[in-house]
């Protein structure tokens, strides 16, 4: 795995000649959340390229992020690998930063897919959520990450979720609170929704059904903000939904994208 600039740790599958597929990973994670889509992609025809992105797993630590940031981060990886168009597939925290890259450089885009994320913190109940992530990163820093492995055990205790249950509990996983703290105030002061609307990007949005109606809503007003755009609820799925329901997810990523 290579890093770029002495700064981000990426890893790729698949031939550097092929369509290339940036995917962008969630709060707390790190390219390895995605190993169950990286080589069925590459095995598909696909340039696949798996950033840690800044604040977590093996990139360099930073003493501040915002949005963009994470723009100039994406812009150097695909410099660096001579990719001048992407389709770029973004989940949770990753699915914010996908949506503020394609609003500001939506010629760098061939399509958009966002899953169990949002487009801005708008209600107080939204606004809620994402400000008790922070405390909770600032609890569990104090408390220490075998705590938190065993609340995302929890999280993912139905069958359907083992995956991700798997993953998140990991102890391999490199965690810094302090730079996740960094990265979830960065992302709820996204305020993408009226820009969405100006977006000419082949766009799919998936969401799982088991984190309820409110979520899914979340997700919806994504898509009724990105013209002409798909919406997907899976089923037995929830963020992320590449590790709860990883088989649909591939499937509707996989059919999207060879339109």
């Known amino acids: 795995m290579p890093m770029i600039n002495e700064k981000y740790n990426v890893t790729t599958r698949g031939n550097k000649t092929d369509p290339a597929i940036l995917l962008l990973h969630g709060i ?3 390219h390895l959340m995605w190993h169950l889509q990286m080589d069925v992609f590459a095995n598909e025809g696909y340039f696949v390229i798996i950033p840690d992105l800044l604040g977590h797993g093996k990139t360099k630590d930073v003493s501040g ?3 963009e940031d994470w723009d100039k981060q994406i812009l150097n990886i695909l410099n660096f690998y001579s990719v001048n168009k992407v389709t770029i597939v973004g989940v949770s925290m990753g699915g914010v930063i996908a949506q503020n890259f394609a ?5 760098k885009i061939n399509q958009l897919i966002l899953s169990d994320t949002f487009c801005e913190l708008e209600t107080m109940k939204e606004k809620m959520l994402g400000y008790t992530q922070v405390i909770g990163f600032k609890v569990f820093k104090l408390l220490g990450s075998k705590m938190l492995s065993k609340g995302m055990a929890s999280t993912y205790k139905a069958d359907f979720a083992y995956h ?3 993953y998140f509990s990991s102890s391999e996983r490199l965690l810094n609170f302090q730079q996740l703290i960094l ?16 977006l000419n990007v082949p766009s799919l949005i998936i969401v799982g059904d ?3 109606g409110n979520f899914v809503k979340i997700n919806k007003k994504i898509a009724d903000n990105i013209p002409n755009s798909k919406f997907v609820i899976l089923d037995k799925a929830m963020d992320p939904s590449c590790l ?9 990523v996989l059919s999207f994208i060879r339109i």
């Not at 609003?103 to 010629?107: A, Q």
């Not at 990265?183 to 100006?198: F, V």
């Not at 709860?244 to 509707?252: D, K, L, S, V």
């Open 103 to 107: 609003v500001n450089y939506e010629n």
């Open 65 to 67: 992020i915002t949005l």
């Open 183 to 198: 990265a979830r105030k960065a992302i709820n002061k996204a305020d993408l929704k009226e820009k969405l609307n100006t």
């Open 210 to 212: 088991e984190f309820g």
């Open 28 to 30: 707390g994670a790190d």
């Open 244 to 252: 709860t329901n990883p088989h649909r997810f591939n499937e509707e």
């Open 164 to 166: 991700a249950k798997e």
